[in-house]
């Protein structure tokens, strides 16, 4: 099992990733490409070139982890975008599915409540704890 939740944030770089390239190599393509912070605690995500290979990198407390999978067969999905950017972002639903086989044009997402966060408590008269 993977120990990413929908609590990350989740960049995918556009760009075909030599997977020979270690910590190192990845880092200077999130630093220098990606223009992002390796240790903001955001998991970046690079494919080959085949797309049978995934990489996953994350800062963790004290280290990076480094999470690899390659397929015997098939590849992964060519994740499509508007734009021409060096990242982009997905969510976790998306990530799994792309990890598991799933076409993403195929996924329909049923409508659920979200909570508004701003100023949700205060509208509804719900008394709430104040440093």
Not at 39 to 57: A, C, M, P, T
């Amino acid at each position: 099992m993977i120990p990413f939740t929908s609590g990350h944030q989740y960049f995918v770089y556009s760009g075909i990733t030599d997977f020979r390239k270690g910590y190192n190599g990845l880092l200077g393509i999130i630093r220098s490409v990606m223009e992002s912070n390796p240790v903001d605690g955001s998991v970046y995500v690079f494919f080959n070139k085949r797309r049978n290979q995934i990489r996953l990198l994350v800062y963790d407390t004290g280290g990076l982890v480094l999470l690899s999978k390659k397929l015997e067969q098939g590849t992964y999905e060519v994740i499509k975008t508007s734009g021409d950017s060096t990242k982009f972002t997905i969510n976790w639903t998306q990530l799994t599915c792309v990890l598991q086989g799933i076409k993403l044009r195929s996924i329909r997402y049923r409508k659920r409540y979200k909570i508004v966060e701003n100023n949700f408590a205060e509208s509804r008269n719900i008394p709430t704890l104040r440093e």
